[in-house]
């Protein structure tokens, strides 16, 4: 069970400061809020139903909702690794989601947020779900955060998984680099969004004097679907509705502290998601809303994700942004804020302050965003146009998904060459390709150079710009792991 009771600043540099007209005394706070699974459809700002979300409502309100917001990858571990290290997470050789055997993670020659912002003496944490690898020498303690509190992995990767809990070790929760509950059960996963919100108020209010990051990435809306009691049973969507609402209290508790604390004009929140709905649950899974798919795809459906920064007095209330963009734009953003220094390699991240800012004139800095699913390269964004290349992918076909935490199957379909124009066809329904092919060829030479740049598994071309992840060499720390029973740690063989 749990062992945690749920119970002066730096001068910014002129040219860093955002353009707001107010002086600052001290460097931004930021606060990185990341579902898990949340469709674009799931919170109120972007049309949900069935349940309320005042205080996701009220953040939208004061703040700007991003209406064309992406991930890298439509699921977990790659996705996280683009908002880590603000680079494309094919660049980074992090694929998919890392499973509980994996023997990598995130490289420690990676610059990640946490590392970036404490070159300006900041203090980081993150709550939640990591995902970037599971040994010690990848969790986040060892790459850029003071502390960390959460579960190394996605809350199904456990003994009661519906499908295969057999091959699965037990949950660890881990505090650092230490297990502090080697055996998560269900009241344990009851606890989990209370337990990271209250570690993360406490965080904020220690650290109320000096410049701070947190980085907070629920568990939850990820199967197996788990709430407190003060939630269960309030929506008329059922137990997703109640987690739902469980989040947007979270999201609530944040903006209370930061407002009592009188740190709501010093400091920005961003709350998004890390890939679109797993569909296959049916009821116990979000709503991609006009989108078409969810996660493990790249349609808009997986990869197109709710978004709303808040920041009162620097970001403009109540107002929209369509502009595409991306969470690899996340880190040179809060670089740019806070006057630090990017990494010497290559990220694929821009500034989009001025996108935030709504500033006059701002347009996306990218000519194109580029859509892989694992190695291949199937989809690329240029202003309103989409092309998917031919690619196959997984699909419902129309059917409902399953019920009650168990999944439906999925079937395989494929899409051939396909243009889609997303200001008038959100949904990619109807293939304009032959209508535009000027469009096509423009689209055609941008994938080119990113196949020459990060490569294409299908059409077998290797990446000059594409780097290694981090692997356990002998002598390091590991996680030896038996179905069924706890994470026990050793040293990596010779």
């Known amino acids: 069970m ?72 439509a699921v977990c571990s790659a996705s996280r690794a683009g908002l880590m290290t603000g680079c494309y997470n094919v660049r980074v050789g992090i694929q998919g989601a890392l499973a509980h055997q994996a023997a990598h993670g995130i490289n420690s020659a990676e610059m990640t947020l946490g590392e970036v912002v404490k070159q300006r003496g900041y203090a980081t944490a993150c709550f939640g779900k990591w995902h970037l690898g599971h040994h010690p020498k990848f969790l986040p303690t060892n790459n850029g955060f003071d502390e960390y509190l959460g579960l190394p992995y996605s809350n199904d990767m456990w003994p009661n998984h519906p499908e295969a809990g057999d091959r699965f070790p037990k949950l660890p929760l881990f505090d650092g680099t230490r297990i502090v509950d080697a055996d998560v059960d269900d009241q344990d996963q009851n606890q989990l969004t209370t337990l990271y919100t209250e570690r993360a108020v406490q965080f904020i209010q220690r650290n109320k004097t000096r410049p701070f990051l947190v980085y907070l990435p629920h568990s939850m809306v990820h199967v197996p679907l788990h709430v407190s009691d ?80 808040w920041w009162p007095g620097h970001i403009p209330a109540g107002t929209q942004c369509h502009d595409p963009a991306m969470t690899i734009d996340v880190l040179p953003t809060l670089a740019h804020l806070c006057g630090a220094k990017l ?88 293939n304009v390709a032959d209508r535009h092919p000027d469009v096509v060829a423009t689209i055609s030479r941008l994938a080119d150079e990113m196949r020459a740049d990060l490569g294409d598994s299908r059409t077998r071309q290797k990446g000059a710009g594409a780097r290694e992840p ?18 026990d740690v050793e040293p990596t063989a010779e």
């Open 343 to 430: 990494p010497d390699h290559k990220i694929d991240g821009r500034n989009i302050w001025p996108l935030m800012a709504a500033e006059p004139g701002a347009r996306s800095p990218h000519d194109a965003l580029f859509f892989y699913w694992l190695e291949e390269l199937q989809a690329v964004r240029m202003g309103q146009w989409k092309l998917h290349f031919p690619h196959a992918y997984q699909t419902l076909g129309g059917r409902p998904g399953g019920t009650g935490g168990k999944p439906a199957r999925y079937e395989k379909a494929a899409i051939d060459l396909a243009l889609f124009d997303l200001q008038n066809d959100p949904g990619e329904t109807t």
């Open 230 to 309: 003060k939630f269960r049973g309030k929506s008329s969507r059922g137990l997703f509705g109640d987690v739902v609402m469980e989040i947007d209290w979270s999201v609530g508790q944040i903006l209370d502290t930061l407002r009592a604390e009188k740190l709501e004009q010093d400091t920005l929140v961003i709350f998004t998601a890390d890939n679109g709905p797993w569909l296959s649950y049916g009821d116990h899974a979000g709503s991609a809303g006009p989108l078409r798919e969810g996660k493990g795809t790249m349609f808009d459906g997986g990869c197109r994700e709710p978004a709303v920064m």
């Open 2 to 73: 749990l062992r945690f009771s749920l119970a002066a600043g730096l001068l910014c540099l002129a040219a860093a400061m955002p353009r707001c007209g107010v002086a600052a005394e001290r460097l931004p706070n930021f606060v990185v809020i990341y579902i898990d699974d949340m469709g674009y459809g799931d919170i109120g700002p972007f049309g949900a139903q069935g349940y309320s979300t005042p205080n996701l409502d009220r953040m939208a309100k004061e703040g700007r909702v991003f209406t064309d917001f992406y991930v890298t990858q």
């Open 470 to 487: 981090g692997r356990l060499q002998p002598g390091d720390l590991r996680f030896h792991w038996v179905p069924g029973k706890p994470l």
